[in-house]
């Protein structure tokens, strides 16, 4: 079992940062594939990023892209969202999530461990 557990989240003003972290415990997740989503009131779940076992091939949702970084540092077991010029739309729960398969990276169903989330809130 794989316990991941998100920080880093807060509110922020428009065009500020914040930078989120996930911490896996129960097992190494140096061979799982990581990813973050972003659920915001009365919408679905949806993808942000993700990041292969060895830190390559980042995939971005087009909405994030060229402002949202994903990294990993697997010596720690932690993946990192990077989030740069933030805007009120961006607002929602945060969830880091990790799986061992390798495919399907850009949807819910293709990861199998989830976080408990973290809120961002990003005011005009």
């Known amino acids: 079992q794989v316990q991941l557990v998100e920080s880093g989240g807060g509110l922020v003003q428009a065009g500020g940062s914040l930078r989120l972290s996930c911490a896996a415990s129960g097992r190494a997740v140096s061979n799982y594939a990581m990813g973050w989503f972003r659920q915001a009131p009365g919408k679905e779940r949806e993808f942000v990023a993700a990041?292969?076992?060895?830190?390559?091939?980042?995939s971005y949702a087009d909405s994030v892209k060229g402002r949202f970084t994903i990294s990993r540092d697997n010596a720690k077991n932690t993946a990192y969202l990077q989030m740069n010029s933030l805007k009120p739309e961006d607002t929602a729960v945060y969830y880091c999530?990790?799986?061992?398969?390798?495919?399907?990276?850009?949807?819910?169903?293709?990861?199998?461990?989830w976080g408990q989330g973290t809120q961002v809130t990003v005011s005009s």
């Open positions: 990041i292969n076992w060895n830190g390559g091939s980042p």
């Open positions: 999530a990790a799986d061992a398969r390798l495919t399907g990276l850009l949807r819910r169903s293709g990861y199998t461990y």
